[in-house]
């Protein structure tokens, strides 16, 4: 036990600062740090088996996170009825011409050699597929989008119920990976930085733009909830008794029976959002304890021992008949999918979808941050980069307002520039990270919880 | 006659603002190109360095308009400049003290160099923000138009009218200069050749007597330079804003990848590839055939290959073909 002592060690830290976050500002301000902190773990979970196992840069979280996202509309909305009837059947025929460009270009490569003709033939294909496409598409895309666009205008999903999406979300983002993986994974490690980073781009821009499918800009608010809703709780007595329980000590001071009452009232309505958002941490807690307890596993592993050996020497694995490139692929997907769960799960909590919202200082960038900061290579490093640099990322606003005002007391409160500071303070945050990053990488390269290889 | 206005009509809408946008491109694709080649990382500060050049010089132009000073036709910011530049080298100096070169020394890999990039881009941004905000802000003076469309169009009695902005002009002229004078420096110069050579075989440079923080120090000079007057093109001609500069990192890291990192001459023309196919594919081609064929010939739909959407996804998309096919780019890179 003694050897993990620093690990309990900062995850303690981690938790007292949340838990004084419940007793200073509130108990919501609280829980929506601490889901939002657990859902940063499970994408840094993701990232980290990436980089820290296997030495692969993924640039494009932001796309895995979106595409997850995407999953968590489509299986939980309700089918559009009106909207199948006036386009589905071209939507339907286009996706059975992309079937069959794939097979048939499949078959032009597996049953003819490597010739001009083939690659001009597979170009013809592909462009003349593209045409049809398009103009097989455009009469269903233009009458889906004009049926009711104010509220629909877009095809639905399956109406499923949304803890579906976690698993769908993984898929998707999984089946991406392994196209970009089969495409980029030979490249260089700055290159593929940058060309994940490119096609991360390109999802977004495809999600944000293919209104049928996503309601792109328009978003998708409303999804249904896998936790009991806050009006329907605040109706329910035995609710209201459990409030009134937990609370009697600080009810019963109050003597006045109608102030009573309005108080029990504050209290239900502040109590109801807090245990949907316990309902939340619940829920996200179960997959980050199963996740970790699976990386876990595979990091000690013989797998985890081999995949090291890839990411330390490649040549060396290679001559060990280990199958670097096929690896690497296996890898990268399922570090992706674990991406996608994170970005199904944060739809999920947030209950709307907003294509908008992705960019990559937030999803790809700031989760970088997060596994160096926290330890690359080490799941508890990495979950713990989660939990520190999204609770900076928050909390970093009230911090320098109050150094802010600190430094600045000498000066009057008209003053030009304390003003101009105190108005720029959410940008303080960027500032923060940045500094942190380039100290750790500095001071402390292996993170804050370096990785631990333990020789037996 | 209608031929006249077809081809009016492309000069208007295609070449004249993809020359412009191609030149702004082909500015910071060096600076990437450089930085890569020479200091050896990619530098995803990129955009964030170009705005913050920007910004001193949106700084010292509001400065002198304050003080009454202006260059009549021509925007103040072009006097701005020269500090500007000052100022952009000094800051990138700054940083190459106290972060890059600690790396540069372990010869860490370059992934690790890029990481702190990063770090790099995060406190940019920051310094940027505090200081300026994160509004749209337009600090362009003096005349706009060259050439009014109405006015072409009075003196041709074409259908079509030319607009021609005194903004792409200028980003053309100084561009071409610029780019001049730097292929000449990197050339004939001795400094340019030992930075050829730096670039080429890092051992056999620093065996043959060449200094490496000298080449170092001229690198980031002519980074400051390139990345200020860049930035301050996009932003006269465009508008200054600093997430538009972050989000033109990425265009312009296809540009130069696209070109052959490493190569400046292929990220130059990277630039205008990059600019050049965004336009022409997202560009509706109805009013061209409008005028092109018969009229019993005219087409129905807009005849856009791509929506407009999908700007930022054309140049990806051809970036990301180029690593497949020719990861080396266009022209063979890694040497300047």
């Known amino acids: ?456 | 006659m209608d031929f006249l206005n077809a081809i009016i009509l492309l000069l208007n809408y295609i070449f004249i603002p993809a020359l412009t946008y191609g030149s702004q491109l082909a500015l910071g694709a060096i600076f990437v190109t450089l930085i890569y080649g020479i200091l050896r990382f990619a530098n995803f500060a990129t955009g964030d360095m170009m705005s913050f050049g920007t910004m001193i010089a949106i700084l010292f132009t509001w400065y002198f308009q304050s003080l009454g000073i202006s260059l009549g036709v021509l925007p103040t910011a072009l006097l701005a400049i020269p500090f500007a530049v000052i100022c952009m080298i000094l800051y990138m100096l700054v940083i190459d003290k106290f972060v890059f070169k600690y790396y540069r020394f372990n010869k860490s890999p370059p992934v690790m160099l890029a990481m702190v990039s990063i770090g790099v881009m995060f406190v940019t941004q920051a310094v940027v923000r505090i200081i300026i905000g994160p509004d749209d802000r337009r600090f362009f003076d003096g005349e706009r138009f060259l050439i009014k469309a109405g006015e072409f169009k009075e003196m041709t009695g074409l259908n079509e009218g030319l607009a021609l902005k005194s903004t792409q002009v200028m980003t053309i002229f100084i561009t071409v200069v610029l780019v001049s004078i730097l292929f000449w420096f990197l050339n004939k110069t001795k400094t340019g050749k030992s930075m050829k050579a730096y670039s080429d075989n890092e051992d056999l440079a620093l065996l043959s007597g060449i200094d490496p923080k000298r080449i170092v120090l001229f690198t980031w000079i002519i980074a400051g330079i390139l990345a200020t007057i860049g930035g301050v093109l996009y932003g006269l001609d465009k508008s200054f804003k600093p997430f538009t500069y972050f989000n033109n990192m990425l265009p312009i890291f296809a540009a130069a990848i696209v070109g052959g990192i490493g190569n400046p001459f292929g990220a130059f023309l990277g630039g205008y590839v990059i600019a050049f196919s965004e336009i022409f594919l997202t560009y509706a081609y109805k009013k061209f055939f409008m005028y092109v064929l018969p009229a019993s010939m005219e087409p129905e739909s807009l005849v856009q290959l791509l929506s407009t959407d999908y700007k930022f996804a054309v140049s990806f998309s051809i970036l990301v073909l180029v690593l497949l096919y020719r990861p080396s780019g266009i022209f063979k890179g890694k040497v300047l």
């Open chain 1, 1 to 456: 036990m003694i050897r993990n002592l620093n690990v309990i060690y900062a995850y303690a830290i981690m938790m007292g600062l949340i838990i004084l976050v419940g007793f200073f500002q509130s108990w919501n301000v609280a829980l929506s740090i601490f889901n939002l902190c657990l859902i940063s773990a499970v994408m840094t979970i993701g990232a980290n088996m990436q980089w820290g196992y296997a030495g692969l840069i993924n640039f494009g979280i932001m796309g895995y996170t979106a595409l997850g996202g995407l999953a968590a509309v489509l299986i939980s909305v309700d089918p559009v009825q009106e909207a199948w009837r006036a386009g589905g059947f071209d939507i339907l025929m286009c996706l059975w011409l992309i079937i069959v460009m794939i097979l048939v270009v499949r078959f032009i490569l597996k049953n003819y050699e490597k010739s001009q003709i083939r690659t001009y033939s597979i170009i013809g294909i592909i462009v003349g597929g593209i045409i049809a496409i398009r103009v097989t598409a455009a009469p269903g895309i233009e009458a889906i989008e004009a049926t009711n666009p104010a509220s629909t205008g877009f095809l639905g999903g399956f109406g499923l119920p949304i803890i579906f999406s976690w698993i769908v979300g993984a898929v998707f983002a999984g089946g991406l990976a392994f196209i970009v993986g089969k495409v980029a994974l030979g490249l260089r490690a700055d290159y593929l930085a940058i060309a994940t980073l490119l096609i991360s781009e390109i999802v977004i821009a495809i999600i944000k733009h293919e209104d049928w499918l996503t309601r792109g800009v328009k978003n998708v608010i409303g999804l249904k909830r896998p936790a009991p809703y806050e009006v329907d709780l605040q109706g329910k007595e035995l609710f209201i008794n459990l409030v009134e329980k937990f609370n009697s000590g600080k009810l019963n001071l109050i003597s006045d029976l109608t102030e009573r009452q309005q108080a029990l009232n504050q209290l239900v309505i502040e109590g109801s959002s807090v245990f949907v958002k316990l309902c939340y941490s619940g829920l996200f807690l179960i997959v980050v304890i199963l996740l970790l307890i699976f990386t876990q596993k595979a990091l000690y592993s013989p797998w985890g021992r081999m995949m090291r050996a890839i990411r330390d020497n490649e040549e060396a694995a290679n001559a060990m008949g280990k199958n670097v490139v096929k690896h690497h692929l296996f890898i990268f997907v399922l570090g992706s999918a674990i991406v996608g769960i994170a970005g199904a799960m944060l739809v999920t909590q947030d209950g709307l979808f907003t294509p908008g919202s992705y960019q990559p200082m937030r999803y790809t960038f700031l989760i970088w941050v997060m596994v160096i900061v926290g330890g690359s290579g080490n799941n508890f490093g990495a979950v713990l980069g989660g939990f520190a640099v999204w609770f900076l990322w928050i909390e970093a606003a009230p911090i320098s307002l109050y150094l802010i005002n600190l430094f600045t007391s000498g000066l009057d409160d008209g003053n030009v520039f304390k003003l101009h500071l105190i108005e720029s303070v959410p940008y303080f945050r960027f500032l923060l990270m940045g500094m942190g990053l380039l100290l750790i990488m500095r001071y402390r390269p292996k993170g804050i919880l370096p990785e631990k290889i333990e020789i037996k």
